[in-house]
């Protein structure tokens, strides 16, 4: 059979329903792509002037303009750009996507770049399809003796043009008829919010008004008044005198604020558009106060930033923007953020997930990528390796920020530190480079409140370890190690931490009398972080204190010699206690106060916590190895006690009361556990009060 060729057709009846239909996920996105093409219209004359095609006059602003009319259900854009003839509205308009913008761009290609000229498929105008039933536009081409046009379309495949149209001025008139499903889009209030949410930061002054309305004033100083301003009415203020006492007695009046006059004039239009964004000035012109201001008017949020990363690049992509580290209360308050990202100024969406790493999503903040390469909606990057090099640029702007932080303004690092704890460590947790250039300048903060990075804190209890445990090791050949520093790089670094300050009160004292320290991890990430560590470094091992009694906190004993006790005070538990499966040890603690302890290994309770995130709940803990050990200390009178006296009929309430007391020391008590303690501590006291 001979092959065949041909091309492929598109019937404008099919595809026009699924670009007013499908193309947007949202509808109010019409405001974007209509204020879009005003912009680039202006953009594109502005071009021209430069290229020395074309004059402004003296008195020339470039704005947009959109007027809503709720009694007429319109919606007006109006733009004093590029104008288009006739033919150019045959070929832009109703050749659906072929763009003007790139024609212009073809067209100057020696002379001009992509700079802000914002479209590129010649799809946007057809957004306002979605929500209108029908669109006028009213246009007149910045070429000497072009004539005004007008152009109708009811959506569909039908248009009528001719060339009587009304504009006497170069530019744009686009008018909406809107559907009874949008009419809400005439509402000023409603347009302000949706040109707000697209158009704050776009590079063209946009201003919003209602037609008909009343005129509104404002009364203004002599030396605030402009040639632009249209004065009302004059307002003359005579002088205001005050009585002034002289040094012989004598009062006179004189002349406390001189007489002056006021205008009131029509009130001055205020541009929804910030047409030089925050983010588009170097980092050297931009002042704390700037930044703080920023961050209040795009994120209406008035607690204040603890810092910022402005990104300031250009090779080899062009990429600005600002990252606001927010200040986070409690571990409660929500620490979600809210990256937005713009094209050219132009927003496009929150938090994009190609370009934005997740971890940094934590943050808030603007990112302005013209290069980034967007589907044709403008709501959605394509799927480009382009995307992850952008990605990788943020990440490392951040870390080395952070690092550069640590290294030369240590003390405004630690001030933050309990605040941006959870971005680094979900970012170690989430990005393995980032994780490789930050790991050095994670903070520890010990028991005293100090804070250690990691390596200082892998030394805080070197001593105590040394004193400790002695490691016999030995060599490759078999023979002991005689070198301490082989010992020492053969066992791992214990770095002790605790979860509850209140709650394991007790174990902190203990280790603080045994001259240890450890370090406050209280946060959710703590877990996964710490598990993650010790998984990059086996040398490390972190241990809660209350995993295991340490060497400093206790005294060797003698196992052989102390069996019958020990067996003595484990069946005396055991039996008060009705459990015959309890786990006890006996210890001779060097603090003879201490009654009785209970631990958890730290395997077994991180097995508990994975559990718990798992909902595992309907699982036997002890399958795990999970169960907790009672600690009874040989030296305390209240054990002495119990094993002289097994036989008393008070040691059951002592042995539970221990226990009771061991388990609060380690975690809260059941409601049903806790009533009971609470009457057997009454108990107790009437014993004492007889």
């Known amino acids: 059979m001979a092959t065949r060729q041909g091309s492929l057709s598109i019937n404008s009846e099919n595809i026009l329903p699924i670009i007013k239909k499908w193309m947007y996920s949202d509808h109010d996105i019409f405001f974007r792509e209509l204020v879009s093409n005003g912009c680039d219209a202006i953009t594109k004359l502005k071009k021209l002037e430069v290229m020395g095609e074309y004059s402004f006059s003296d008195d020339y602003k470039p704005a947009i303009q959109v007027i809503v009319n709720p009694e007429d259900k319109t919606l007006k854009f109006i733009d004093n750009g ?27 290609k020696d002379k001009t770049n992509e700079d802000q000229i914002i479209g590129h498929f010649g799809l946007g105008f057809y957004s306002a399809f979605m929500v209108a039933d029908e669109v006028h536009i009213d246009t007149l081409s910045f070429q000497p003796g072009a004539t005004p046009v007008h152009w109708e379309c009811d959506g569909g495949t039908e248009y009528s043009i001719n060339e009587e149209g009304t504009r006497t001025t170069p530019g744009t008139e686009i008018t909406l008829f809107l559907n009874d499903d949008s009419v809400e889009f005439a509402n000023e209030y409603r347009a302000r919010e949706v040109l707000q949410k697209y158009c704050s930061f776009m590079p063209v002054e946009i201003f919003l008004s209602k037609a008909n309305a009343e005129p509104e004033y404002q009364t203004i100083e002599k030396s605030e008044l402009l040639e632009s301003d249209t004065i009302i009415e004059t307002i003359h203020e005579e002088p205001k005198v005050e009585e002034k006492e002289n040094e012989d007695g004598t009062t006179e009046l004189v002349e406390a604020i001189p007489a002056k006059d006021k205008y009131k004039i029509l009130k001055r239009p205020v541009s929804i558009s910030d047409t030089n964004p925050l983010w588009a000035k170097h980092p050297n012109d931009c002042t704390d106060d700037d930044y703080k201001d920023f961050y209040r008017k795009v994120f209406q949020d008035y607690k204040e930033p603890l810092f910022w990363i402005h990104l300031n690049m250009d090779y080899p992509f062009n990429l600005k923007g600002i990252l606001y580290f927010p200040k986070i209360n409690t571990e409660y308050d929500s620490i979600e953020g809210k990256i937005k990202l713009y094209n050219n100024q132009v927003f496009i969406a929150d938090n994009i997930k190609e370009v934005i790493p997740e971890f940094l999503m934590l943050l808030k903040g603007v990112i302005d990528c013209p290069d980034l390469p967007l589907n044709v909606s403008r709501s959605a990057l394509q799927n480009d390796g382009f995307v992850k090099k952008i990605a990788d640029y943020i990440t490392k702007k951040v870390a080395d920020k952070l690092s550069g932080m640590c290294k030369t303004d240590r003390e405004s690092y630690e001030k933050y530190w309990d605040d ?13 480079k980032f994780c490789e250039k930050i790991t050095d300048y994670i903070l520890f903060k010990n028991l005293d409140g100090k804070y250690f990075a990691l390596p200082e804190a892998l030394k805080v209890n070197d001593d105590a370890d040394k004193d400790a445990d002695a490691v016999e090791v030995e060599n490759a050949d078999g023979t002991p190690a005689t070198d301490n520093n082989d010992a020492d790089d053969a066992k791992k670094r214990t770095i002790y931490y605790v979860t509850d300050e209140v709650q394991q009160s007790q174990y902190i004292k203990m280790f603080k009398d045994a001259g240890l320290d450890a370090f406050v991890l209280t946060h959710n990430i703590d877990q996964p972080f710490i598990s993650q560590l010790e998984h990059k470094n086996d040398k490390i091992k972190f241990q809660r204190i209350d995993a295991e009694l340490g060497e400093g906190v206790k005294e060797e004993i003698d196992a052989e010699a102390m069996k019958d006790d020990i067996d003595t005070l484990t069946a005396t538990f055991r039996s008060a206690l009705k459990n015959d499966k309890l786990d006890i040890k006996v210890e001779k603690l060097k603090d003879e106060s201490v009654s009785s302890m209970i631990t958890l290994s730290e395997d077994s309770r991180r097995m508990q916590d994975m559990m718990k995130m798992y909902n595992m709940y309907g699982m ?62 009454n108990d107790i006291l009437m014993l004492l009060a007889k």
């Open 82 to 108: 590029i104008g288009m003839t006739a033919a150019e509205v045959e070929e832009y308009i109703t050749q659906i996507a072929f763009s003007g913008a790139t024609d212009f761009l073809e067209k100057y």
């Open 420 to 432: 941006i704890s959870p971005f680094i460590k979900f970012g170690c947790l989430k990005d393995e």
């Open 620 to 681: 036997d803990p002890s399958m795990f190895g999970t169960s907790e050990t009672l600690v009874l200390n040989a030296n305390n009178k209240l054990v002495q006690y119990v094993l002289a006296n097994k036989d008393s009929d008070n040691v059951p309430m002592i042995c539970e009361q221990l226990y009771d007391l061991a388990m609060i020391s380690h975690k809260q008590l059941a409601p049903e556990a806790m009533t009971k303690f609470i009457k057997r501590s």
